[in-house]
């Protein structure tokens, strides 16, 4: 069983930065990818950043990168979001997941199990 909390969001201002990490309650973290989705008020649910399961390969949404990084820690079962130059269009709640897959059309990570999120909200 799967179990994701994410922690590190909270208010900032338009051009600051915060931290979110969700820490994974696995059996064997290194058999995951990583991912981190965001969704706003309104809005369908959005990628923004994942990580392959050695931390090697990342890979980011267009509006996004540049500003964001995201990282893991296998020995302390954890995946962190570093968000620089924050835009108020950042606000959103922000989930991590875990994939085990990937699209045999797209090659993209298929993800399985998903936090409860951490609000993020960036004022102007």
């Known amino acids: 069983q799967v179990q994701l909390v994410e922690s590190g969001g909270g208010l900032v201002q338009a051009g600051g930065s915060l931290r979110l990490s969700c820490a994974a309650s696995v059996r064997t973290f290194t058999n995951y990818a990583m991912g981190w989705f965001r969704q706003a008020p309104g809005k369908e649910r959005e990628f923004v950043a994942d990580i392959n399961r050695s931390g090697a390969v990342t890979t980011y949404a267009g509006s996004v990168k540049g500003r964001f990084t995201i990282s893991r820690d296998n020995a302390k079962n954890t995946v962190d979001l570093q968000m620089n130059m924050l835009k108020p269009e950042d606000t959103a709640v922000y989930y991590c997941?875990?994939?085990?897959?990937?699209?045999?059309?797209?090659?993209?990570?298929?993800?399985?199990?998903w936090g409860p999120g951490t609000q993020v909200t960036v004022s102007f």
């Open positions: 997941a875990t994939s085990t897959r990937t699209s045999p059309l797209t090659g993209k990570f298929e993800f399985d199990y």
